[in-house]
Nanobody, 123 residues
């Protein structure tokens, strides 16, 4: 599967953005799908993941209640709705796909990665 992330940009504190991850090659419902982010000078970290069925999600604590993962199977696209953005959310955001069965937060378990989209939150 090939993944193409988009939707990043510059937003003020408290604002919102919606990231998209368009997939091609295979349907995303055959993968565990996740979003990760990498802030300047830091390691890439887990943000959220969704199971193959879409019924189970897992969020990192810092984004719970602010970010929402979703997908549109007809468009074969994964989304990340980000609300109440904070300067510490500034990072390059990556979507990723995992061929395994179990929902995982480890980036090492993900097999396919999009190119990343930059989100900058100004204070």
């Amino acid at each position: 599967v090939q993944l193409q992330a988009s939707g990043g940009g510059l937003v003020q504190t408290g604002g919102s953005l919606r990231l998209s991850c368009a997939a091609s090659g295979r349907t995303i419902s055959t993968y565990i799908m996740g979003w990760f982010r990498q802030a300047p000078g830091k390691e890439r970290e887990f943000v959220v993941a969704m199971s193959r069925t879409g019924f189970t999600t897992k969020y990192t604590d810092s984004v719970k209640g602010r970010f929402t993962i979703s997908r549109d199977n007809a468009k074969n696209t994964l989304y990340l709705q980000m609300n109440s953005l904070k300067p510490e959310d500034t990072a390059v955001y990556y979507c990723a796909a995992d061929r395994n069965q179990a929902l995982t937060t480890s980036l090492h378990d993900y097999d396919y990665w999009g190119q990343g989209t930059l989100v900058t939150v100004s204070s």
